[in-house]
């Protein structure tokens, strides 16, 4: 590749978490499918904060969690999001940049909100999401950082976009620009019901731009309205470069037109809380990709960054994940 | 004791905690005695902010945090505190009452910003904590609700008042208020530097008004300008009728006139941050203090909110301390 001053640029919601703990009856209450995000209005937002026991903030946000894990690897992330500048967009700034991530987006000065997500932790460690878009919604066209995308190796994207029509259209200006600059896009499909509210533009994302592509089970399935895993697997047939593709506990695979590479799940300590894994799986995956690592090193990067993320409550890792690779030899 | 609403009134600070992460180092830097609580202004409070690392924000506040303990084991807590109608003061407002504590005391509309804490958490898992008052310095005699104080067993005060004047004397006002209600006045001595501050005043606040006295070894040892733990409990002399020390890792001493009881620490797991270890040492002990145990079973109930609270980040109970206490055959 191009020599290039940031390793991978993430597009994505600048996103405060409001983290709780809920038991399954709350969720029922709720009508919240387990596991998923749901988008809420202000007062939605307000009325579950009224609702949930007391709560922990911290700096969230899907691809900002995976700059924040690139980031913590001793890579150079760069991050495009929108927040106002209130109290939780200065901790969002704060957190972001205090971790080593490039990110200079302008802040409103007026209108909606700094984007918050309520997220219910249940004992089975699982989490539920309910997002307050706010000021994170207006992420538009002039916010695309044309210098950012042509100097970074890899645009990554978030799937939860494509429920914005605006910011979707800018983001298919971003990977436009970087496919001209002959860089790679990676996207995540972020989540199994966005997948299916999003099925054919993602499916036409997916062959026209996408080198990298991120996803869960369900959300690859869904994608390609596969009866299993293998048909979909099947139904990938060198659409992208690589699928990076994870099973929770059962651990990863990586397929190729031509390979398919399965590695375990590797998790680090008690699971709390699995906010963020899918996040920091992109991150390690793609900090091994942007240097030089073969696809088993990536999806055991991936696995570790993952496997730290679940044991303590919040989606940025707590440790040095530079530190963790080395500990497990890499 | 005479039946009331409450179990236990506090009267503190309301703070949102910024927990991070920082070395021996940085700490230097910035000239702070590690494990102790520094008094800063705005722009100190800001400064510090920019140059610590990633954040998780969480409610806070000493009385405030044992308040919380003590809901969780089941107990009738209420808090007196002040805050801003800003969204740190909306998240503490949120917190304490999610938990199960009676607060209703009126927020600030203009005027100094609810009070935080920037808390720094070394490897070695001790705490060091710079707080920024704002409008929780505003706690004044109006604040005193006497109806409230009258309704509760125990009124709960921390030293960390006597740095306010103005809020000090509003502190002595209720203290009066529960003594002719026929109430207890237990008091936390918050700080060895607190303590050697307001020395006098505060021997004389133990002397005129207090019952049960909280205070780790160093705390109780400058209080009595003793030169050693000994000598500091031979000081007290009946001067209260239950004095709870705390040792760290060496567990805690209950002593009144007559006896001397000592118990073990109970730590739940790996010591991550020993924040709020007093905090809910007290919780425990006045949960069982309020609720007619002897004093060995309010000092085990003690250490085992104290043990749960080091588990982990923050300065609250994650887990019910009621399962807890349960789990351990209380």
Not at 109 to 126: F, K, Y
Not at 180 to 187: D, E, F, I, Q, S
Request: with cysteine; proline share 3%; net charge negative.
């Amino acid at each position: 590749m191009t020599e290039a001053r940031f390793d991978v640029v993430g597009i994505g919601n600048a996103i405060v978490d409001i983290l709780a703990q809920a038991d399954d009856v709350f969720l029922s209450k709720h009508d919240a499918p387990k596991g998923t995000m749901i988008w809420v209005d202000e007062n939605q937002s307000e009325a579950m904060y009224n609702d949930v026991g007391p709560a922990v903030e911290a700096s969230g946000g899907s691809a900002a969690n995976t700059m924040a894990g690139i980031a913590s690897f001793g890579g150079k992330p760069a991050f495009i999001g929108k927040i106002k500048d209130d109290q939780l967009g200065k901790t969002f700034a704060h957190d972001i940049r205090a971790v080593g991530v490039h990110f200079v987006s302008q802040a409103l000065t007026e209108g909606l909100a700094t984007a918050r997500c309520i997220i219910l932790v249940t004992p089975d460690a699982q989490r539920t999401m309910f997002t307050y878009l706010g000021a994170s919604g207006s992420l538009h066209a002039d916010d695309m950082d044309d210098d950012l995308i042509t100097d970074s190796q890899i645009l990554y994207i978030e799937g939860y976009q494509w429920d914005l029509p605006e910011t979707k259209k800018a983001i298919i200006s971003a990977c436009e620009t970087a496919a001209n600059a002959g860089r790679k896009v990676a996207l995540t499909l972020s989540d199994p019901f966005v997948v299916e509210r999003h099925r054919n533009d993602l499916f036409e994302l997916v062959n026209r731009y996408v080198d990298i592509v991120f996803a869960n089970e369900l959300e690859i399935t869904t994608l390609f309205s596969a009866n299993s895993f293998d048909e979909a697997i099947e139904a990938l047939d060198g659409r992208v470069d690589i699928a990076a593709l994870t099973r929770g506990a059962d651990g990863a695979v990586t397929v190729t037109k031509d390979t398919l590479v399965q590695t375990p799940a590797l998790p680090q300590g008690k699971i709390i809380d699995t906010t963020g894994a899918g996040d920091l799986y992109a991150a390690g995956f793609l900090y091994g990709y942007t240097h030089g690592e073969d696809l088993k090193t990536c999806a055991t990067l991936g696995a570790l960054a993952a496997g730290e993320v679940i044991s303590h409550m919040g989606a940025r890792p707590e440790i040095s994940l530079k530190d963790l690779a080395i500990k497990f030899g890499h």
